[in-house]
Structure formats: structure tokens, C-alpha cells
């Protein structure tokens, strides 16, 4: 019964990365396509393949560590009709989408908390992964969002990550190792829980 409980954990989890993702990157990709410069408009073609925005290393992440983050939809920025104000707005939009859904599920949560574990955790789930992959793309490390806000802001600092990105990179992997990260998404949750309550 102990396992088929950790199994149940283990989908609803994955689940929720999914789910996570896709409000995170889908929105990208849909303003992308809005922003493009018209003569690219035919070439500029998006997939809605979760799969293709799974990294595989931030799935186990978000399953064991309870944070994680996806594979950023790529685009060319020589497309878009104007590329800082594009840059900026591409970046941003999967963070609110993720916040807004945060939002929404959080008094959800609050109505039908206990009712069923199942869907306690569930939500819980939801709320906590929203919450981290927006910590996360809100880290200066490439190549979440916060990168590509500060490369239309400062070009010139854009450039200094790109040439320290993989001791950026290590940092951040230390700070996961360590579960700085995981810490400081719990006592953010646990703030915004105790607000809402």
C-alpha cells in the first residue's frame, strides 16, 4: 500500500511539471508568433509537443527537489518586429501565466483542502512548481528568462553571462545541490499560504 502511495506521489508530481511547463512556455511561444515581423510569419512555426520544452534534468528536479524548470522554446530574435520590446515581452509572459494560475489555484486550495489527499496534493503540487519555475526564470542564469530580460535591457552585461555561463551554471547547480533554492521556494510558499489564509 506504502508503495502504491509513493507511485501515486511520484504521477501526480510529473503531472503537475507538465502542466507547469506548458503554461509557462505556450504563452511564449503564441506571443512570439504575434511579435514576428510579418514577412517571417509563414516560417515562424511552433510546436504544442510538450515534450519538446521537458528537460529532462528539471523533470526529476521538480519530481525529487520539488523545483525545476523546462527546456525555453527558441526563437530568432532577428524576426521579431522589434526585438528588445519582443525579447521582453516573450520572457515575461510565461512568468505571469505561471503567477496567474498561482492565483487562481490558491483560494481553490484553501476550499477544498483536505477533502480529498489526492487532490490536496495535487494542488499543492501546482502551486509550489508555478511558484518555483517563476524563482527560477527569475535567476540571472542562462538560459532562463531573466537572461534574456537583461540581454534586451544590457546588451554588454547580456554578454558577460554568456561568457560565464557555465561557472553561472555550476552556481546554480550548487545552490540546487544544496537545496538553497528548494528553501527559499518553500519559505515563499509558506508566506504567501499564511497571507491568503
Not at 70 to 78: A, H, I
Not at 121 to 142: S, T
Request: aromatic share 12%; glycine share 4%; charged share 15%.
Amino acid at each position: 500500500m506504502e508503495v502504491l502511495e509513493i507511485l501515486i506521489n511520484l504521477i501526480i508530481k510529473f503531472l503537475c511539471a507538465v502542466i507547469v511547463i506548458c503554461v509557462h512556455e505556450y504563452p511564449r511561444m503564441i506571443v512570439y508568433k504575434a511579435l514576428v515581423h510579418p514577412l517571417y510569419k509563414r516560417e515562424a512555426k511552433i510546436s504544442f509537443n510538450p515534450l519538446r520544452y521537458m528537460d529532462p534534468f528539471g523533470m526529476i528536479c521538480f519530481v525529487f527537489l520539488n523545483v525545476g524548470w523546462q527546456k525555453p522554446f527558441t526563437f530568432n530574435t532577428g524576426r521579431l518586429r522589434d526585438k528588445n520590446k519582443g525579447l521582453i515581452s516573450i520572457s515575461l509572459i510565461g512568468i505571469l501565466c505561471n503567477l496567474l494560475l498561482m492565483a487562481i489555484l490558491i483560494p481553490i486550495l484553501i476550499n477544498v483542502y483536505n477533502v480529498n489527499d489526492y487532490l490536496t496534493n495535487f494542488l499543492k503540487y501546482l502551486i509550489v512548481y508555478n511558484l518555483a519555475i517563476v524563482i527560477v526564470n527569475l535567476l540571472p542564469v542562462p538560459p532562463f528568462d531573466m537572461v534574456k530580460i537583461i540581454q534586451a535591457i544590457n546588451p554588454q552585461t547580456y554578454f558577460k553571462f554568456i561568457q560565464y555561463e557555465k561557472i553561472i551554471q555550476a552556481v546554480f547547480i550548487f545552490l540546487l545541490a544544496s537545496n538553497v533554492i528548494t528553501k527559499i521556494i518553500v519559505i515563499v510558499y509558506r508566506g504567501i499560504m499564511s497571507v491568503a489564509l
